[in-house]
């Protein structure tokens, strides 16, 4: 596997990021769904990175800096295909590595309250993510969990 900074120039990333907008439209109400989509993903306050398994794009995570010692888990995505295969604990734990390296102190993440998202909010709470209350622009939402960590 292979965890590398992305532009979101290429096709494939752009199509992954559209499958992930779609399903999070279907499965979340409007006013709740927080995925960023690809022009907010290329701004200078985020940091992208894509998951390859040879020349299969698998996954995807980003961070979007909120201030100079806290951070913004965002569009953190597995294929359907390659869920349960360890290729998010992989990325996440790159992830919270990157980070430390950029000298923030916490990283917060915003994901979805219902069973769907269970398994992420449970991959969260592995890495040493709480629940905790809204951060940055959210505002409290009962399709929303809000989770932090200390770094």
């Excluded at 919270?96 to 269970?118: D, N």
Aim: glycine share 6%; with cysteine; hydrophobic share 40%.
């Amino acid at each position: 596997m292979k965890i590398a900074v992305d532009d979101l120039c290429g096709p494939e990333i752009v199509r992954f990021l559209q499958e992930h907008v779609q399903q999070m439209q279907s499965i979340t109400p409007l006013e709740s769904k927080h995925a960023l989509d690809l022009d907010s993903l290329r701004k200078p306050d985020i940091t992208f990175w894509s998951v390859s398994d040879g020349n299969s794009l698998v996954g995807c995570g980003a961070i979007k800096r909120l201030d100079t010692g806290h951070a913004e888990l965002k569009s953190m995505r597995t294929r359907p295909s390659r869920k349960r295969s360890g290729i998010a604990s992989l990325l996440l734990e790159h992830i919270i590595a990157e980070a430390r390296r950029m000298h923030f102190t916490r990283l917060s993440l915003e994901t979805g309250a219902t069973e769907f998202f269970l398994p992420a909010r449970r991959l969260y709470e592995k890495f040493g993510f709480w629940q905790c209350e809204p951060f940055a622009d959210y505002q409290p939402d009962q399709n929303s969990t809000f989770m932090t960590r200390a770094l």
